[in-house]
């Protein structure tokens, strides 16, 4: 458990995970019906990204002026879904207030937006992450902090009396059977709610490779799936982590048209060396 989110907050693979979240709670959003929204692996919920550059949390590069910081700079022409991510940003920060520069994790980027008949349960399993998770969510009504492993958590809150469910599965991959871990999971969250939602991010690196999980959502095996990928470079760059992929099995219709013109236009803007790019595929066609 050695993994702490603190490093990579606001980088390039954040962008692209917050950009598809907020996009997937506006889809649930578009019933009226409330949702339980499940994070398996919420980190500490919120991240100061003056910390990371003044070097007092972390003793290594920053990695956030290369991911949310360089589209603060030229997100303007990046159309509705990152404007509406960087307002997103931008309030979560207005509302934290004091000099440092708050960016909010998948928590407090959800919990800013559950209605009345919404409700989130978030787990972590990293007792100081899980405390300081707590702290995040302090008035945030309609939501819960577990401090278990989101794998168990996912087997004990589905299916949801709501029979509605958007669950974010972001692990750190520090197991080398994270993506098969995964793959039970998601067979076994289809079992209980065959209609739910359910977004994996996965790295795209030479020790991850494809993940278990993509290659097991083949027709046949799988309701409707697509995979939005991001790359910052090409395979001949050297760069351990050169690019991230969120997998959404049973996604809400049509986000796929709001979500790939993104993912394009994120190739272009984040690229760090030559072969950078952007894409959406259907796995299991709708
Ligand atoms: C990538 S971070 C989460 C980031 C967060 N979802 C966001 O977007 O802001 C992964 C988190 O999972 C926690 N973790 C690792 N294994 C876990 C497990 N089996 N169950 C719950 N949390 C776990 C780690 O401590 C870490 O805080």
């Given at each position: 458990?050695?993994?702490?989110?603190?490093?990579?907050?606001?980088?390039f693979?954040?962008v692209a995970?917050?950009l598809?979240?907020?996009?997937?709670?506006?889809?649930?959003?578009?019933?009226?019906?409330?949702?339980?929204?499940?994070?398996?692996?919420?980190?500490?919920?919120?991240?100061?990204?003056?910390?990371?550059?003044?070097?007092?949390?972390?003793?290594?590069?920053?990695?956030?002026?290369?991911g949310?910081?360089r589209l603060?700079?030229?997100g303007?022409?990046g159309?509705?879904l990152v404007?509406?991510?960087?307002?997103?940003?931008?309030?979560?920060?207005?509302?934290?207030?004091?000099?440092?520069?708050?960016?909010?994790?998948?928590?407090?980027?959800?919990?800013?937006?559950?209605?009345?008949?919404?409700?989130?349960?978030?787990?972590?399993?990293?007792?100081?992450?899980?405390?300081?998770?707590?702290?995040?969510?302090?008035?945030?009504?309609?939501?819960?902090?577990?401090?278990?492993?989101?794998?168990?958590?996912?087997?004990?809150?589905?299916?949801?009396?709501?029979?509605?469910?958007?669950?974010?599965?972001?692990?750190?991959?520090?197991?080398?059977?994270?993506?098969?871990?995964?793959?039970?999971?998601?067979?076994?969250?289809?079992?209980?709610?065959?209609?739910?939602?359910?977004?994996?991010?996965?790295?795209?690196?030479?020790?991850?490779?494809?993940?278990?999980?993509?290659?097991?959502?083949?027709?046949?095996?799988?309701?409707?799936?697509?995979?939005a990928e991001l790359t910052i470079?090409?395979?001949?760059?050297?760069?351990?982590?050169?690019?991230a992929?969120?997998?959404?099995?049973?996604?809400?219709?049509?986000?796929?048209?709001?979500v790939?013109p993104v993912m394009v236009w994120l190739g272009e803007q984040l690229q760090?060396?030559?072969?950078s790019g952007g894409?959406?595929?259907?796995?299991?066609?709708?």
């Amino acid at each position: 458990m050695n993994y702490r989110h603190h490093y990579h907050a606001g980088n390039f693979a954040d962008v692209a995970k917050h950009l598809v979240l907020l996009a997937l709670v506006d889809g649930m959003q578009r019933k009226e019906k409330g949702f339980l929204y499940l994070d398996t692996h919420a980190g500490r919920g919120a991240y100061d990204l003056m910390g990371a550059a003044r070097g007092d949390v972390l003793a290594r590069r920053p990695e956030w002026p290369d991911g949310w910081g360089r589209l603060t700079k030229d997100g303007k022409t990046g159309g509705v879904l990152v404007q509406r991510y960087l307002a997103a940003v931008s309030e979560f920060a207005e509302s934290m207030g004091g000099d440092g520069k708050p960016y909010p994790g998948s928590p407090a980027l959800v919990a800013a937006r559950l209605r009345e008949q919404d409700r989130a349960v978030f787990c972590e399993r990293h007792p100081e992450e899980y405390g300081a998770l707590v702290t995040t969510l302090l008035g945030f009504r309609r939501t819960r902090a577990e401090e278990r492993d989101g794998y168990e958590a996912m087997q004990g809150n589905l299916p949801p009396k709501e029979r509605r469910a958007l669950v974010l599965i972001d692990p750190p991959y520090e197991q080398s059977d994270e993506s098969e871990r995964v793959t039970a999971a998601l067979r076994d969250g289809l079992r209980r709610l065959p209609g739910g939602t359910f977004a994996v991010w996965y790295p795209i690196t030479e020790r991850v490779g494809v993940p278990a999980f993509v290659r097991a959502a083949e027709p046949g095996h799988f309701p409707p799936t697509w995979k939005a990928e991001l790359t910052i470079a090409g395979p001949e760059s050297g760069l351990k982590m050169r690019g991230a992929g969120v997998m959404v099995v049973n996604p809400p219709w049509q986000l796929d048209a709001q979500v790939k013109p993104v993912m394009v236009w994120l190739g272009e803007q984040l690229q760090q060396a030559p072969g950078s790019g952007g894409e959406l595929h259907w796995l299991v066609p709708e």
